[in-house]
């Protein structure tokens, strides 16, 4: 028995690859759900705060996806003075709660009064089915009494 090679043009094995390469792509693509994303709205209760209440301040952020809201999802708060660029490190506040919210009592006096702080809340995503993107609040300034 004789062997034979056989030659196969590389414009051949190339287009080979390229019509089966968008095949495999769709069958991953269906199969991995694409990350929702997320959007997170902060209020506080006072823009400064009250004298009688121990100097705290209630922030409260609301998770969505969409117009959905989004529960036990845990969020993370960040802080810094007001008028610097880095933000601390975060702290879980909770899990939303099934309207999709999470509080948490703040005291923005820690450094003398009128002192003012600013806070952020950062949700790192999920990878669950659905999964969601990560995203964060704007920036609130609230300030001491």
Same mark, same amino acid.
């Given at each position: 028995?004789?062997?034979?090679?056989?030659?196969?043009?590389?414009?051949?094995?190339?287009?080979?690859?390229?019509?089966?390469?968008?095949?495999? #792509?769709?069958?991953?693509?269906?199969? =991995?759900?694409?990350?929702?994303? =997320?959007?997170?709205?902060?209020?506080?209760?006072?823009?400064?705060?009250?004298?009688?209440?121990?100097?705290?301040?209630?922030?409260?952020?609301?998770?969505?996806?969409?117009?959905?809201?989004?529960?036990?999802?845990?969020?993370?708060?960040?802080?810094?003075?007001?008028? =610097?660029?880095? +933000? #601390?490190?975060?702290?879980?506040?909770?899990?939303?709660?099934?309207?999709?919210?999470?509080?948490?009592?703040?005291?923005?006096?820690?450094?003398?009064?009128?002192?003012?702080?600013?806070?952020?809340?950062? +949700?790192?995503?999920?990878?669950?089915?659905?999964?969601?993107?990560?995203?964060? #609040?704007?920036?609130? =300034?609230?300030?001491? #009494?």
């Amino acid at each position: 028995m004789e062997l034979r090679h056989v030659v196969i043009p590389v414009g051949v094995v190339l287009a080979a690859g390229l019509i089966a390469a968008p095949a495999a #792509s769709a069958a991953h693509s269906s199969s =991995t759900p694409k990350a929702r994303p =997320t959007s997170i709205t902060l209020k506080a209760t006072h823009e400064r705060a009250p004298k009688h209440s121990s100097h705290k301040v209630a922030l409260t952020a609301t998770l969505k996806a969409g117009h959905q809201r989004l529960a036990g999802e845990t969020l993370y708060l960040e802080k810094r003075d007001a008028g =610097t660029h880095k +933000f #601390s490190d975060p702290v879980a506040i909770a899990p939303t709660d099934s309207n999709g919210q999470a509080s948490v009592p703040v005291t923005p006096n820690a450094h003398g009064k009128g002192k003012k702080e600013q806070y952020r809340v950062v +949700f790192q995503g999920d990878t669950g089915s659905p999964a969601y993107k990560a995203s964060r #609040s704007g920036v609130i =300034t609230v300030a001491g #009494s």
